[in-house]
């Protein structure tokens, strides 16, 4: 299933394009086919990284507040940061988005020149695991579900088997063509599989976190949001490639004689350039009318309007032409749905963040942090909305409900942690400065924007 995603996420070879359109081989019209394959190349139209991108570029963690301190930035933070998270939390994302599931791995090691936690972010197509049921039958004994039981990572001839005491570095001395066939005799013999290493992990558990864009009670039964989408690509794809062979062959009218030909090749250039013809009166003559392509471009526009239904995306996110003249506020509505199914995804992926930065803090020694099962990451306001609605409602809640403007603060769209504490230090240093005292000059030297 991971390969089929991953295929209708990139480009055509020549290969799928002859099995995907049926393209005959036939090496008497080689120049027919290589036209045939351009223009099959020409027409593939590549919605799904975009409805990709649209989910993707709407989520990013950007704090993690401790439970145990109200309001403060937790101390676990400094892991996210050291591992350059803000920009590498995106590969997590992606990956759970577009398969359904991703993984984490943490590890000591030396981040900065320091002994710290190391995070890496795995492909399901290069890793699995096995869960566990929290819920035990008589006679049983459950396992906690948070934690995978084992976990095996494979990449090329390398492998790492995880449990809960150790990593186990393995190496292959050949290579099955497909991943399936790690199953099979003579791959996964002990003459083949050479254990290298065996290193302590010191975290008790596996240490791998699963990201899923949802929980659903079938348990591994998940496949992102591209998988649901894959047939609408294909039915795009084959209107494009039809329209572009009617545009190629069709698209206007064709000429024909009944009753004459032209005696040589000169006489027949000489007739299809001559604006008029003499020829015998008892030929007929008559034209084929060209192609309609308006009917390809409503089926396409259909099509991409049903992946918009299907996706929870804005119909003009995709280039639907369905729209015209809308105000603000209706455009704004138009991304509710997209806006719905973002926060579950959040909530889904907030939960293994938060306890991808526990573990951190647990192998970093920091027990309290790792506790703090209250803590919770926040994710940056992607809303469409404007930058004056989103002020004046904050001001408003400010005013009308007494909300302590610092409290409002963080939800000021681009205005990070840091720029927030760079706001208060500037407070801080300006004592009887009252910040939001419209009337207050403020000091030289120092800018704040009212």
């Not at 030909?261 to 007739?271: F, H, L, Q």
């Not at 995709?318 to 209706?330: E, F, Q, Y």
């Not at 951190?360 to 926040?378: I, M, Y």
């Not at 769209?413 to 005292?437: C, L, N, S, V």
């Amino acid at each position: 299933m991971f390969d089929r995603i991953n295929s209708a996420m990139r480009p055509w070879n020549r290969q799928e394009i002859i099995n995907r359109f049926g393209i005959l081989k036939d090496k008497n019209a080689n120049l027919m086919i290589d036209r045939q394959i351009q223009l099959a190349r020409d027409s593939q139209t590549m919605y799904l990284p975009l409805v990709l991108d649209t989910f993707a570029q709407s989520m990013k963690v950007e704090d993690y507040f401790s439970g145990v301190d109200a309001g403060a930035r937790a101390r676990a933070w400094k892991h996210w940061q050291r591992n350059n998270l803000d920009a590498r939390q995106t590969g997590i994302t992606r990956a759970a988005l577009q398969y359904g599931t991703a993984y984490a791995v943490v590890d000591q090691g030396v981040v900065g020149g320091n002994a710290a936690p190391l995070i890496t972010g795995v492909s399901p197509r290069h890793m699995t695991a096995y869960y566990g049921e929290a819920y035990a039958w008589p006679g049983e004994s459950g396992v906690a579900s948070e934690w995978p039981i084992l976990a095996l990572e494979v990449k090329g001839n390398r492998m790492r088997l995880f449990d809960e005491e150790k990593i186990y570095y393995i190496g292959a001395i050949e290579t099955p063509q497909e991943i399936k066939d790690w199953a099979a005799h003579p791959w996964n013999t002990a003459q083949n599989l050479q254990l290298i290493e065996a290193r302590d992990h010191h975290a008790g558990v596996p240490p791998v976190v699963r990201f899923r864009d949802r929980w659903l009670l079938e348990g591994e039964e998940v496949a992102g949001i591209i998988e649901p989408l894959i047939a609408l690509q294909s039915r795009i794809d084959r209107t494009s490639w039809e329209a572009a062979v009617a545009q190629y062959y069709s698209a206007f009218k064709q000429r024909y004689v009944i009753g004459w030909a032209p005696a040589d090749d000169v006489e027949g250039i000489r007739m299809r350039a001559s604006d008029v013809w003499l020829i015998d009166a008892d030929a007929k003559v008559g034209q084929f009318d060209e192609t309609d392509i308006r009917q390809y471009v409503d089926v396409k526009q259909a099509s991409i309007r049903d992946m918009a239904a299907i996706a929870q995306v804005p119909a003009q996110s995709l280039g639907a032409n369905a729209i015209s003249n809308v105000s603000a506020d209706g455009l704004a509505a138009m991304e509710s749905a997209k806006d719905r199914k973002s926060s579950e995804i959040r909530t889904s992926l907030g939960e293994s963040y938060e306890q991808l930065l526990r573990l951190c803090a647990h192998l970093d020694g920091d027990q309290q942090e790792a506790a703090d099962f209250a803590s919770e990451v926040k994710w940056a306001d992607m809303t469409a909305r404007s930058f004056a609605q989103t002020v004046d409602a904050l001001g408003k809640l400010a005013t009308m409900l007494s909300i302590p403007p610092e409290i409002l603060w963080e939800d000021i769209p681009g205005f990070t942690a840091e720029k927030i504490k760079r706001i208060k230090q500037t407070m801080t240093r300006t004592p009887g400065f009252d910040a939001f005292d419209a009337t207050a000059e403020p000091p030289l030297g120092d800018t704040i924007t009212r």
